[in-house]
T-cell receptor, first 111, second 114 residues
Framework: GQQVMQIPQYQHVQEGEDFTTYCNSS?????IQWYKQRPGGHPVFLIQ???SGEVKKQKRLTFQFGEAKKNSSLHITATQTTDVGTYFC???WGGGNKLTFGTGTQLKVEL | DAGITQSPRHKVTETGTPVTLRCHQT?????MYWYRQDPGHGLRLIHY???????DKGEVSDGYSVSRSKTEDFLLTLESATSSQTSVYFC?????????????FGPGTRLTVL
């Protein structure tokens, strides 16, 4: 089946450092979504990217969709302790309502 | 949070016993999903439903069955639980917001099979 590869699996940063997680598909995606899961919680939707080369920002978070629609990234500028959690990308191919999730990147922020 | 509840929230059972997990939603969403979450594997789709009595398999459906006799309830059954089914199980619904569909997740059920 179709898969979305996500790296890194873990990332420890000092508060104030930047953080980036990457997702890659071997085939062209129709769209990609990003979710955040706080420790002990459930995944929460952050954003959806649809267009080739699309860039969206939410405060310190920047989401990008590659030109070929096969890769995506989430960049956090100047991390804070509130950013702690696991970030998942989730891809869709074609229509329908199914998502395939990446394995997630667990972010830890140290003071 | 789209009115999604899961029950039970925690369960410990023994190998070979049947287990049923319940997902309940209050907003009449058409699509519902069951995922399992394991370290290093992220979220993997078990089964999903696109309407009453309409269900389909996900990528890890072996050993699981589902039923949806009412719009608001989606049941996941482990006919004979195995230790490999120890996991955190999340139910989700798909809700259209503007031009896209986002998934809302329930709080999860932590299942331990001894």
């Amino acid at each position: 089946g179709q898969q979305v590869m996500q790296i890194p699996q873990y990332q420890h940063v000092q508060e104030g450092e930047d953080f980036t997680t990457y997702c890659n598909s071997s085939t062209t995606l129709s769209n990609i979504q990003w979710y955040k899961q706080r420790p002990g919680g459930h995944p929460v939707f952050l954003i959806q990217l649809v267009k080739s080369g699309e860039v969206k920002k939410q405060k310190r978070l920047t989401f990008q969709f590659g030109e070929a629609k096969k890769n995506s990234s989430l960049h956090i500028t100047a991390t804070q302790t509130t950013d702690v959690g696991t970030y998942f990308c989730a891809g869709q191919w074609g229509g329908g309502n199914k998502l395939t999730f990446g394995t997630g990147t667990q972010l830890k922020v140290e003071l | 949070d789209a009115g999604i509840t899961q029950s039970p929230r925690h369960k410990v059972t023994e190998t070979g016993t049947p287990v049923t997990l319940r997902c309940h939603q209050t907003e009449n969403h058409r699509y519902m999903y069951w995922y399992r979450q394991d370290p290093g594997h992220g979220l993997r789709l078990i089964h999903y439903s696109y309407g009453v009595k309409d269900t389909d398999k996900g990528e890890v459906s072996d050993g699981y069955s589902v039923s949806r006799s009412k719009t608001e309830d989606f049941l996941l059954t482990l006919e004979s639980a195995t230790s490999s089914q120890t996991s955190v199980y999340f139910c989700a619904i798909s809700r259209q917001v503007d031009s896209y569909n986002e998934q809302f997740f329930g709080p999860g059920t932590r299942l331990t099979v001894l």
